[in-house]
């Protein structure tokens, strides 16, 4: 698969654990966020968006923060599996609609160990 | 993959010649766009289309042209292929409209280019 992986920041983790794997973003004016999991030799996957009038999101077993003082958003995993290995990154919008690009950053390796 | 493939899944080709990718989408969306990932870069946008024959630049134009002649294909063209081009390129497509306001991408499986 594509080396994307490469210089990028990891986390490993026990399979059964929570894992965070954390985003700072710098455009105070961004009102939209994603997070998106791309595997090897994938394209990036959807998992969860999150507006800035929301502080939380929860779904099926993954939960976004937004901490909008300090530009922060996190993904939390819980009970982390061998098929959440891949890379996470997170992603802005700004504009309210009007503006289509997304700003991606650029991404946490997970691997899970069994 | 959301109904969006991606022609040719690999290439190989020399510095000099002319390369045409292609993103074919079911989903009737009106925004497309053409990132290029390589390691330590992430993702980065090389050009996008808000409609049929409407495009614009993104942050990595340079050496790339793009055309969308109806709302299902958008073509991703190296008129003189180099081989700082050699990348991972993804398409991808959104409609706040049909997704009601959500603004989320959707990415195709990805073309790996190689430029000898």
């Known amino acids: 698969g594509e080396s994307v992986g490469l210089h990028l920041p990891t986390l490993s983790v026990q399979e059964g654990d929570n894992s965070i794997i954390n985003c700072a973003y710098s455009?105070?004016?961004?009102?939209?966020f994603i997070w998106y999991k791309q595997e090897s030799g994938k394209g990036p996957q959807f998992i969860i968006d999150i507006r800035s009038n929301m502080d939380k999101r929860q779904g099926q077993r993954v939960t976004v923060l937004l901490n909008k003082t300090v530009k922060h958003l996190s993904l939390q995993i819980a009970a982390t599996q061998p098929g959440d290995s891949a890379v996470y990154f997170c992603?802005?919008?700004?504009?309210?609609?009007?503006?289509?690009?997304?700003?991606f950053g650029k991404g946490t390796l997970l691997t899970v160990n069994p | 993959d959301a109904g969006i493939t991606q022609s040719p899944r690999h290439k190989v080709t020399e510095t000099g010649t002319p390369v045409t990718l292609r993103c074919h989408q079911t989903?009737?969306?009106?925004?497309m766009y053409w990132y290029r990932q390589d390691p330590g870069h992430g993702l980065r946008l090389i050009h996008y289309s808000y409609g049929v024959k409407d495009t614009d630049k993104g942050e990595v134009s340079d050496g790339y042209s793009v055309s969308r002649s109806k709302t299902e294909d958008f073509l991703l063209t190296l008129e003189s292929a180099t081989s700082s081009q050699t990348s991972v390129y993804f398409c991808?497509?959104?409609?706040?409209?049909?997704?009601?306001?959500?603004?989320?991408?959707?990415f195709g499986p990805g073309t790996r280019l190689t430029v000898l």
């Open positions: 989903e009737n969306h009106r925004y």
């Open positions: 455009n105070s004016a961004s009102d939209y």
């Open positions: 991808a497509i959104s409609d706040l409209i049909l997704r009601g306001g959500r603004r989320e991408q959707f």
């Open positions: 992603a802005e919008n700004s504009g309210g609609g009007s503006n289509y690009k997304l700003t």
